[in-house]
């Protein structure tokens, strides 16, 4: 997955053409794209290379869609909640990755025991 931010079509074209040398370098299968502006929707450039390479996934439907901000909430959350436990700053993408792999983990053992917490209460009746 990558995600980019740029402020025109022209740099979104320049990230698609860069990950996507990386993807078919290092034999990714798939991709997923996720931007905070609407230009990678309506730009007809970043369209066809989307169409052409065959490869990627847009995380979000065209703009405007009513679940944009709920995405844009939850990105916001992750980015927040990763800084703040491990800092912005990796001695390698490596090291990034293992440690970005260690959040999503501990993440997600805790939305299970939270789970698993709340319906066992659920069916205790003292």
């Known amino acids: 997955m990558f995600k980019y931010n740029g402020k025109t079509s022209i ?11 990386y993807i078919k ?9 996720q931007t905070d502006r609407g230009s990678a929707f309506v730009c007809k450039i970043i369209s066809e290379f989307e169409k052409e390479a065959g ?13 944009n901000p709920w995405t844009e909430s939850l990105n916001w959350w992750v980015k927040h909640s990763f800084i703040e436990q491990f800092g912005k700053h990796f001695d ?3 090291q990034f990755k293992n440690t970005f ?6 993440w997600n053992v805790f939305k299970i ?13 003292f």
């Open 25 to 33: 370098t290092n034999d990714v299968p798939n991709a997923i794209i």
């Open 113 to 125: 025991s939270m789970y698993n917490l709340v319906n066992a209460n659920r069916f205790c009746h």
């Open 11 to 21: 740099s979104g074209h320049q990230v698609f053409m860069k990950t996507s040398a």
């Open 92 to 94: 390698s993408l490596e």
């Open 101 to 106: 792999q260690e959040f999503a983990n501990s």
């Open 55 to 67: 490869n990627y996934t847009h995380s979000m439907s065209k703009a405007c869609f009513k679940h």
